[in-house]
């Protein structure tokens, strides 16, 4: 599919409704969006990158309206090298609180000057998902929380079927 092309990038361990709700409200924006799931081999993740994509893809597919329209790919090393080799220009972020701020400020100041050409644009969170992140759907889980009103029917469960192996 051709069109103006967006990545959106993270670590999405795991994957909440907060991130597909930006995914979904950038297809306004946006023909495509290309999910790019970070590898940072220095970050200990609950779910290893293998997971962490086939997780995303699996989402897109059953919460995303026009899934053809999402394609997931792994991603490591620089953001604005992944980007700008992907043939696009445009980098989609969530913006949260305030406290968010601070840090993606700083982030788009350096990736604008590491790549001029590349613009970061930003969508606030939805109220009702701006509470919320990975770390702390971590958090909920590992002490056995519900977690359903968070996460995607489809990620529920290997998100607690992992923190069962881990307490073994
Ligand atoms: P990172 O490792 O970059 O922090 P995350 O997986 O936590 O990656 O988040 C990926 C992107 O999704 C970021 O742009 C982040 O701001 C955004 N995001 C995270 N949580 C939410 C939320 N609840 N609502 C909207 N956007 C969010």
């Given at each position: ?7 959106y ?34 970050k ?5 990158l ?31 090298h ?58 909920i ?28």
């Open positions: 599919m051709k069109g103006r092309l967006a990545v990038l993270g670590t999405f361990d795991p994957v909440h409704l907060g991130h597909l709700d930006i995914i979904s409200r950038g297809l306004k924006a946006f023909d495509r969006i290309l999910v790019g799931v970070g590898n940072n081999p220095d200990k993740t609950l779910l290893n293998e997971e962490r994509v086939g997780l995303m893809e699996k989402v897109v597919r059953e919460v995303i309206t026009e899934p053809h329209r999402v394609e997931v790919k792994p991603f490591s090393g620089l953001a604005v992944f980007v700008k080799d992907s043939g696009s220009s445009v980098m989609l972020r969530g913006l949260r609180t305030t406290s968010d701020m601070d840090y993606e400020f700083t982030m788009s100041l350096a990736n604008m000057s590491l790549d001029p050409d590349i613009e970061t644009l930003f969508l606030m969170a939805k109220d009702i998902y701006s509470h919320l992140s990975s770390s702390l759907l971590r958090q889980a590992s002490f056995g929380g519900d977690m359903s009103k968070f996460l995607p029917p489809g990620a529920v469960e290997i998100v607690y079927k992992r923190y069962k192996e881990l307490a073994k």
